[in-house]
């Protein structure tokens, strides 16, 4: 028996609780049940985003709610800084050249990080940026960039700042309204602990005001249309209902947990991974500051990085995920995030070490584990 | 005890089967496991969808493959016919307003129908018409539309038949190729037994062709984009993969009914409902071919019909729906598709019958009853 362990970047395990949750009857999403639902998931967003703003819940994956604050706050033409270095931040590139904006492109490589001052040149070089689209955890690196100094720095102009948070809701630090972050950006699959297939916006006041004026067409996505509803406690098109009854549990878990040991979890899961990783003498990806949610590690030279991969899957029934797009064979990524604990930190690293040996790589057997433990043994 | 039953027209229950498979462990989209779930779903839903095209799923609800099929195959200034005759017909307006289209409202009474040969006729007089798009079964008044004759008047010209089958794919006969229709719509909650969350676009050549040169913007509803991975059996971004490992369940389910045993018995559950509804004297709210999905009801003169749906729902825990929008109060809606029964008809009527006497209806009980059992002792 190999038990199967799930430990990509997303999506990420779900708790029984939660599964048992959304395996129930389905119900209706215009009855009594539901409200109930939804009013205790409107209350819990707002404090796991750290606003007073209401989150909109739409039924998308992550990708579908970056389109959502696009196309939301901006008008074709409009120029905007897109901070890249990854391929979530390609994506950011992707969207805005598919909505006909002009592009200021801060871009590092990949594993790097752009710092906020390359953001404050071109945004005082640039005043009709009308936004600056960045990720906080770039899942596909491993890098955690500095949101709140691209906020102190964009809230001095007209400019709002959009921030995916798909890797770092419930994983990172990201308070909202106090850093004055104007739009946030999330999915279920990561933090969450949730299968994919429901995405979030919350709006500050600013990028609301955005709202107003933006005229990128919309239906689907009309946040403004959508928070008529939202603010009312109703729903106006059928939302992924399964998916926001275990939204529901998965929020009552974060909550007992409270975030800020949540966020406290996240950052020993990284620590020890990082550390165990770097024992066995595998350099890490990320160039920057490492993110809490996964690690991005750099295969031993003359490794592919998918053989790796596969290697986790066929003889240890691991799911662990290799590098995207021109990364792929580059580097491989261990997932910590969500429904994750020092254990299965230690099963992953346990199975880095047989998959190293087995790869015929020179492996110290425990030094890996041992590194991690070192970590969990420190008073928190 | 009250056994809750959902007899809403959408979303609608969910077989244990599918329920507890959707409950295992959440599996990589970008795994061997995956590409095994996504093979037989792309084979499934081909049968399903009767067609010879690949089948894009969409993690969003319906409204969003609507929308996906507008913005893939029309131009800002385009002009569009809209059949429409119900709250989602007026939301093909919404959505062709929203991307700037031209209208040509075929537009009829809620509860009726647009004659084939009123379109033949708009498409004659109007040949720059880009796109017809039109329901199949209209799930706010239960009507279904002849799309069988919208198909052949609209394949003599250049434009393309868009049609939601949101609630009749699985439901009512739609075999796309034969009838020559182009872009079939549908989602994941009706006829195919899921909870909400995933959308389907299944397009002909000539819709494919139209794909080349329409230039609406789209980014994460790009089908083109998304064909280019699902021919391959790959994802291009996260899909909802609880949904799709419940979708192999249900085509699993509806491949070993059979579609035409589907179709059958979707019809004899819908004439049992509404000879019964019509046994205590009620009326029919649809005026055209009622949809074998579900069945409006006009309520008892003086009676507001959310006051059944209320007592449904409080004395029998049964939860079906009321009208939308301006047909609130005005009828209620019994739905029968999907997982449902000869004896969930039986006991939506028996329901039926206590919740008017305890409205101080005169009922003559056990006559709705009878008249459905008539129609279930027919050979089939």
Same mark, same amino acid.
């Given at each position: 028996?190999?038990?199967?362990?799930?430990?990509?970047? *997303?999506?990420?395990?779900?708790?029984?609780? /939660? @599964? #048992? =949750?959304?395996?129930?009857?389905?119900?209706?999403? &215009?009855?009594?049940?539901? %409200?109930?639902?939804?009013?205790? /998931?409107?209350?819990?967003?707002?404090?796991?985003?750290?606003?007073?703003?209401?989150?909109?819940? @739409?039924?998308?994956?992550?990708?579908?709610?970056?389109?959502?604050? $696009?196309?939301?706050?901006?008008?074709?033409? %409009?120029?905007?800084?897109? $901070?890249?270095?990854?391929?979530?931040? %390609? &994506?950011?590139?992707?969207? =805005?050249?598919?909505?006909?904006?002009?592009?200021? %492109?801060?871009?590092?490589?990949?594993?790097?990080?752009?710092?906020?001052?390359? #953001?404050?040149?071109?945004?005082?070089?640039?005043?009709?940026?009308?936004?600056?689209?960045?990720?906080?955890?770039?899942?596909?690196?491993?890098?955690?960039?500095?949101?709140?100094?691209?906020?102190?720095?964009? &809230?001095?102009?007209?400019?709002?700042?959009?921030?995916?948070?798909?890797?770092?809701?419930?994983?990172?630090?990201?308070?909202?309204?106090?850093?004055?972050?104007?739009?946030?950006?999330?999915?279920?699959?990561?933090?969450?602990?949730?299968?994919?297939?429901?995405?979030?916006?919350?709006?500050?006041?600013?990028?609301?005001?955005?709202?107003?004026?933006?005229?990128?067409?919309?239906?689907?996505?009309?946040?403004?249309?959508?928070?008529?509803?939202? !603010?009312?406690?109703?729903?106006?098109?059928?939302?992924? $209902?399964?998916?926001?009854?275990?939204?529901?549990?998965?929020? &009552?878990?974060?909550?007992?947990?409270?975030?800020?040991?949540?966020?406290?979890?996240?950052?020993? #899961?990284?620590?020890?991974?990082?550390?165990?990783?770097?024992?066995?003498?595998?350099? #890490?990806?990320?160039? !920057?500051?490492?993110?809490?949610?996964?690690?991005?590690?750099?295969?031993?030279?003359?490794?592919?990085?998918?053989?790796?991969?596969?290697?986790?899957?066929?003889?240890?029934?691991?799911?662990?995920? *290799?590098?995207?797009?021109?990364?792929?064979?580059?580097?491989?990524?261990?997932?910590?995030?969500?429904? =994750?604990?020092?254990?299965?930190?230690?099963?992953?690293?346990?199975?880095?070490?047989?998959?190293?040996?087995?790869?015929?790589?020179?492996?110290?057997?425990?030094?890996?584990?041992?590194?991690?433990?070192?970590?969990?043994?420190?008073?928190?």
């Amino acid at each position: 028996m190999k038990k199967y362990q799930l430990m990509a970047p *997303g999506p990420t395990p779900v708790p029984s609780e /939660v @599964l #048992l =949750a959304m395996a129930g009857p389905i119900i209706h999403h &215009r009855t009594p049940q539901y %409200d109930a639902v939804f009013v205790e /998931v409107r209350a819990g967003l707002k404090r796991l985003f750290q606003t007073s703003a209401e989150v909109v819940p @739409l039924a998308c994956s992550g990708t579908g709610a970056m389109e959502a604050a $696009v196309v939301n706050t901006l008008s074709a033409g %409009d120029k905007v800084a897109v $901070v890249r270095a990854g391929k979530f931040g %390609d &994506r950011w590139l992707d969207l =805005a050249r598919a909505y006909g904006l002009q592009v200021v %492109d801060l871009s590092a490589p990949f594993g790097h990080t752009v710092e906020a001052a390359r #953001l404050a040149e071109a945004l005082k070089a640039q005043p009709d940026v009308k936004a600056v689209l960045a990720q906080h955890s770039e899942t596909s690196t491993g890098v955690l960039h500095d949101v709140r100094a691209y906020a102190a720095v964009t &809230r001095q102009h007209d400019a709002i700042l959009i921030v995916d948070a798909v890797s770092s809701l419930g994983i990172a630090d990201l308070p909202m309204d106090a850093w004055n972050v104007d739009l946030v950006v999330s999915g279920s699959q990561k933090g969450l602990m949730l299968p994919p297939g429901v995405g979030f916006c919350a709006l500050s006041e600013k990028a609301w005001r955005k709202t107003r004026s933006a005229t990128l067409p919309k239906f689907y996505f009309n946040l403004a249309d959508e928070l008529k509803y939202v !603010a009312k406690n109703e729903v106006r098109f059928t939302p992924a $209902v399964s998916l926001m009854v275990g939204l529901r549990e998965a929020l &009552r878990l974060l909550e007992a947990e409270g975030l800020p040991n949540v966020f406290k979890r996240h950052d020993r #899961l990284a620590r020890a991974t990082r550390a165990g990783v770097e024992a066995l003498g595998l350099e #890490l990806f990320a160039k !920057a500051t490492p993110s809490p949610a996964l690690t991005a590690v750099v295969p031993p030279r003359g490794v592919d990085s998918e053989k790796i991969v596969a290697a986790y899957s066929q003889s240890h029934n691991i799911t662990i995920a *290799g590098g995207q797009g021109e990364m792929k064979g580059k580097l491989f990524r261990l997932g910590h995030m969500g429904y =994750a604990a020092e254990f299965d930190v230690i099963a992953g690293l346990a199975g880095l070490e047989q998959v190293l040996a087995d790869l015929g790589q020179p492996v110290d057997f425990g030094a890996s584990v041992g590194a991690a433990q070192k970590i969990f043994a420190e008073k928190s």
